[in-house]
């Protein structure tokens, strides 16, 4: 069975955590994944447009880089200048301080979609990070009905977001880390159904083995699994 990771890191982040591609491909080696999406990790000195461009070099078919930015740093025509390079977005609304819903931000975000690349968004439902609730985030779909969404760490477990999830079309999960132990993602499939998840480990915060373990020891047919681990993000990503 083919294996896509749709959340990995490289670089080096404010509080001097590091992870390298060298690392990254070793890891996949030994979990035998066959392609990651990568971004850069909160790097220290803010550049995170820079440090996404030099993912571009390594040139891995096994990597699947995707274009970090903060929007509010972020002009339309920076980002229409870098978009066509990358296979996807990933925003950290929490990291770079935002709110997704600020109507500055929606000039981006139609550019995204008109880009038909999909848009990966931290969430956590976490009073002290207002900025990622899952919830919110998750009210982008409707907005933006033509841009595919992934709320990544899967949704923090929301049940509204979920819901949302299995409601329209165009949001998807991502199960690195957040309650997706096997019982919880077997009854959140049941809610959104096989299509609307993507597995997504969020090394080197976690750990790719135990991310994969979670989704192995689910209680689904190979066909639901298969889709999960690999056929849904292919689709996505147009691989």
């Known amino acids: 069975m083919m294996m896509l990771d749709f959340h990995t890191h490289v670089g080096f982040d404010k509080d001097g955590m590091s992870h390298t591609i060298q690392e990254l491909l070793a890891t996949m080696d030994f979990n035998y994944v066959d392609k990651a999406v990568v ?25 699947v880089p995707f274009l970090r930015f903060d929007p509010k740093s972020t002009t339309p025509e920076m980002l229409r200048k870098h978009i066509s390079r990358f296979r996807g977005v990933k925003l950290h609304p929490q990291s770079q301080d935002f709110d997704v819903m600020d109507n500055d ?14 848009l990966l968004v931290h969430t956590k439902a976490d009073q002290r990070f207002p900025t990622a609730d899952p919830d919110r985030i998750s009210m982008l779909g409707d907005v933006f009905p033509n841009l595919k ?3 990544g760490h899967f949704a923090h477990g929301s049940p509204d977001a979920i819901a949302r999830v299995g409601k329209l079309d165009n949001l998807y999960l991502e199960t690195s880390i957040r309650c997706t132990h096997p019982l919880h993602l077997k009854r959140t499939l049941e809610i959104v159904g096989p299509d609307k998840i993507l597995f997504g480990s969020d090394i080197p915060y976690s750990n790719q083995e135990l991310e994969l373990l979670k989704i ?20 996505l990503l147009g691989l």
Do not use: H, Q, V
Request: charged share 30%; net charge positive; hydrophobic share 40%.
């Open 39 to 63: 971004f850069p990790l909160n790097e220290k000195d803010g550049d995170l447009i820079g440090a996404s461009l030099k993912l571009l070099e390594a040139k891995n078919p096994r990597l």
């Open 105 to 118: 931000f929606y000039p981006l975000y139609e550019i995204i979609a008109k880009s038909k690349k999909p």
């Open 216 to 235: 192995r020891r689910c209680d689904i047919t190979y066909e639901d699994m298969e889709k999960i681990l690999y056929k849904n993000a292919a689709s």
């Open 149 to 151: 969404i992934i709320l």
